[in-house]
């Protein structure tokens, strides 16, 4: 590979990133021509991919059609201890079980961003549910508490002495060692990760291989424009959503949202999303225009041009019309959610995902987001006669008709 073409690519694939330590090292080896193997974990902790999620998985497609070799690490094991990164407090853990299921809900929504060929899935249950106990010890034994409480949600609770449980201390090493098990040249993640993917690159010299380069994406904000976006906070866009509730949602971030979301959540040229982030800053009009074409450059990216024009018209119809959409979905009763004529609301909103959970449908319910026939609904338990062939609705832009 000529120096100038790797110059050109090393630009291309450190666009955007947060951090890549080191970048010599990244430059050095795609000047070799090598094909490197680049590993991105995601822990199957809930159903949907989020635009949040789908930054680095962007990143990891990027390397793929550059001819270098994706290993898409599915952390069926590391999901069940729970990452700490950020979080103030112990995390509860998983079972076997729903992790399992999470899993096979995320499988088929990863190619709609990364390509099947040059890919590799691996789950990390593979190496590390084997690991006896004297595994785990040569495993620790390469690192120290002192060097765990360098990461700052960490120091932050030992600080405010509130719990640190030892099996999150594991969870990097656990990480880490997933890069030794699939030998990783660059592992990509969030800049929430980066400590973590700092412990990879320790492990692997512990391990006898040359150390990964870390490369983070920023960290998306969710729909309430302060928190990254999260399924469990219910602030998030999944990429599988229809293109009227995802062009909805698009519409209600914070005008200061619309040039970070054009910059990480489309296909628009850096010039275009400085010329959007402006007109955000304006404000009135033209911040409004300027959500509408990230709105439809978003919706575009995973359902097409023509789906975001048809996005923006129901928008229009439901917003500035006040009209019920003209295409409402139709869904049953969910019939686990029926005991006799009683129907648990919580759980038809979590199975017909109009909520991310049943906690999730809860909150919107005593939060008064809920509407039956355009009435808001305060009671968890219905009558299922007063569902049947009725419209439900959750906030200003998801609605299903039950049938009868």
């Given amino acids: 590979m000529a120096t100038t073409d790797a110059a050109s690519l090393l630009e291309l694939l450190t666009a955007r990133a947060e951090h890549v330590v080191p970048k010599e090292d990244l430059a050095e080896r795609l000047a070799t021509g090598k094909k490197l193997r680049v590993k991105l974990g995601l822990d199957p902790t809930a159903r949907d991919v989020t635009l949040g999620w789908a930054v680095p998985l962007r990143k990891l497609r990027e390397f793929q059609d550059a001819g270098h070799t994706a290993v898409l690490i599915v952390g069926d094991f590391t999901a069940r201890i729970g ?8 995390r509860p853990q998983l079972s076997k079980e729903e992790v399992q299921g999470f899993a096979d809900a995320l499988l088929d929504q990863f190619y709609d961003i990364i390509s099947k060929g040059n890919l590799e899935i691996r789950y990390n249950s593979e190496w590390l549910e084997p690991l006896d106990f004297a595994g785990i010890l040569k495993l620790t034994s390469h690192y120290t508490v002192a060097q765990m409480l360098e990461r700052d949600d960490f120091a932050k ?9 030892i099996v999150e201390f594991m969870y990097p090493l656990a990480q880490a060692y997933d890069s030794v098990a699939v030998q990783a040249d660059v592992e990509l993640g969030g800049t929430d990760q980066l400590f973590n993917l ?9 391990y006898g291989q040359p150390p990964q380069i870390a490369l983070t994406m920023p960290l998306l904000e969710g729909l309430d424009g302060i928190q990254k976006m999260s399924q469990s906070l219910g602030n998030y866009i999944g990429i599988r959503e229809a ?15 619309v040039g970070r979301y054009a910059e990480l959540a489309t296909q628009m040229s850096p010039e275009n999303v400085a010329d959007v982030a402006e007109e955000a800053r ?4 033209e911040a409004g225009a300027a959500k509408r074409r ?3 450059a978003i919706v575009a990216v995973y359902h097409g041009d023509d789906a975001a024009n048809s ?10 019309e006040h009209k019920v959409p003209e295409a409402i979905e139709e869904a049953d009763i969910p019939a686990d959610a029926i005991d006799g004529e009683e129907v648990y609301l919580p759980r038809v909103l979590a199975e017909l995902r109009l909520a991310s959970s049943r906690s999730d449908a809860r909150r919107l319910i005593a939060q008064q987001g809920v509407r039956l026939n355009g009435e808001v609904v305060t009671r968890e338990q219905l009558a299922a006669a007063e569902l049947r062939g009725a419209t439900l ?6 609605f299903v008709r039950l049938r009868g």
């Fill in 198 to 206: 700092l412990v990879g690159r320790d492990l692997q010299r512990a």
């Fill in 83 to 90: 990452d700490p990164s950020g979080k103030s407090e112990t």
């Fill in 311 to 320: 996005a923006e018209v129901a928008f229009d119809r439901q917003f500035k």
């Fill in 282 to 285: 304006t404000g009135g009009p």
């Fill in 157 to 165: 609770r030992y600080k405010d002495q509130r719990p640190i449980s």
């Fill in 243 to 257: 293109p009227e509730e995802m062009f909805g949602k698009v519409m209600s971030i914070p005008d200061s949202l």
């Fill in 294 to 296: 990230v709105a439809r």
């Fill in 393 to 398: 609705q959750v906030g200003k832009r998801r």
